[in-house]
């Protein structure tokens, strides 16, 4: 991978120099591990003007959930403990002649801007803005390999789960099993915090497990992804407990499959953000549910859980091939409780078979 490395950096130093920087800091993590191969924590990443370094506040750690630096990238640890690698950093460059630094200001507080500044008080510093995350978008083989291999450990910690007993089991427990699954199947950790919601909570995005126990008829919505070395994946899937699924149930899910089933479907090299989103919000739409949705029904995904491209209505721009991207439509019912499916794929043009699914746990809706 030092190659891959090397080739990503030197992309970043040429769009720099165009927009006339001599340098550039990356001080995101996942941006200083995708540039790096490790970002071991607190360290930045400064590109130029002449070698390239990776500061570090304590020496790396060798962790396997932050990377291994790129062995051909000198690394620098601080020598005061203390010491600010970002400020370090700018004295660093203007030392070596730089006359601007182009900086990540939405990674950077207002402090350190500041600190910076003096420690180097004749060095134009300027925003490298999202360039970084915007070069991330598109990803190499080697990159959705390590994306299918999560796919497939949080695949097997689903499928695990659903062969147990759930009855009477409360949602912060499974959640916490789950987790152990994933680590247990090769994962580095999560990819995220799980989620488990039953009943009522059933179909929320962002719900946090509770104690509350799953009961006899209850939905169940699980949301959970593994991250291996660094990439992260999402699956999402709604069951029905202990019992044959009431006809509102098997409705409404039908329903979720069939907007889900658009969004996926839409997913093309040329697409319009907003068209995929389109898909799979248009059927809930005019089913009524349109006020309560989510703001979006996809996102990429990567050494972040939640990168761009967008899948929302007001979003610019189009895929490109070998983008991985979620597709999640959701309905929740107050005080009844909901569906959610979400699945993690990659965009591929028709010829090579149209968008491959990455996270393959069943999509019908199972009596557990």
């Not at 930045?44 to 990776?54: F, I, K, M, S, W």
């Not at 060798?62 to 601080?78: I, K, S």
């Amino acid at each position: 991978m030092s190659e891959v490395h090397a080739v990503r950096r030197g992309l970043l130093r040429d769009r720099c120099a165009a927009a006339g920087s001599a340098a550039a800091l990356v001080s995101r993590p996942a941006n200083v591990r995708y540039l790096a191969g490790g970002a071991p924590p607190g360290a930045v990443l400064l590109l130029g003007p002449g070698e390239d370094v990776l500061l570090c506040p304590r020496a790396p750690a060798g962790e396997p959930g932050h990377g291994r630096p790129d062995e051909a990238l000198r690394v620098d640890v601080l020598p005061v403990p203390d010491a600010d690698p970002v400020v370090e950093a700018a004295g660093l460059a203007a030392g070596a002649g730089a006359d601007s630094l182009a900086v990540e200001e939405h990674d950077l507080t207002v402090a350190r801007h500041r600190a910076m500044g003096k420690a180097a008080p004749h060095l134009r510093l300027a925003d490298l803005g999202f360039t970084v995350e915007q070069q991330r978008i598109v990803k190499d083989e080697e990159e959705i390999g390590c994306l299918r291999i999560a796919a497939e450990i949080t695949d097997q910690a689903l499928g695990e789960l659903l062969e147990s007993i759930l009855v009477g089991r409360t949602e912060r427990h499974l959640a916490l099993e789950l987790e152990r699954r994933l680590v247990d199947h090769g994962a580095d950790g999560p990819a995220f915090a799980t989620s488990v919601a039953t009943g009522p909570n059933s179909g929320q995005g962002q719900h946090r497990p509770s104690d509350r126990r799953v009961e006899e008829g209850d939905f169940l919505s699980v949301r959970l992804g593994a991250n291996y070395h660094g990439y992260r994946c999402e699956i999402g899937r709604t069951f029905v407990i202990g019992t044959a699924p009431a006809q509102w149930q098997i409705e409404l899910y039908d329903l979720v499959f069939a907007a889900q089933r658009g969004g996926r479907e839409a997913l093309a090299p040329g697409a319009a953000y907003r068209d995929v989103d389109r898909a799979a919000r248009h059927p809930l739409e005019l089913a009524g549910y349109g006020e309560g949705l989510q703001p979006r029904t996809g996102h990429g995904v990567g050494l972040e859980i939640e990168e761009d491209p967008q899948l929302a209505p007001t979003a610019m721009g189009k895929l490109d091939a070998c983008v991985p991207v979620t597709v999640e439509p959701g309905v929740h019912l107050p005080g009844r409780g909901g569906v959610r499916i979400d699945d993690t794929l990659v965009v591929r043009p028709e010829a090579d078979g149209g968008p491959e699914l990455l996270t393959m746990t069943t999509k019908e809706l199972l009596a557990l």
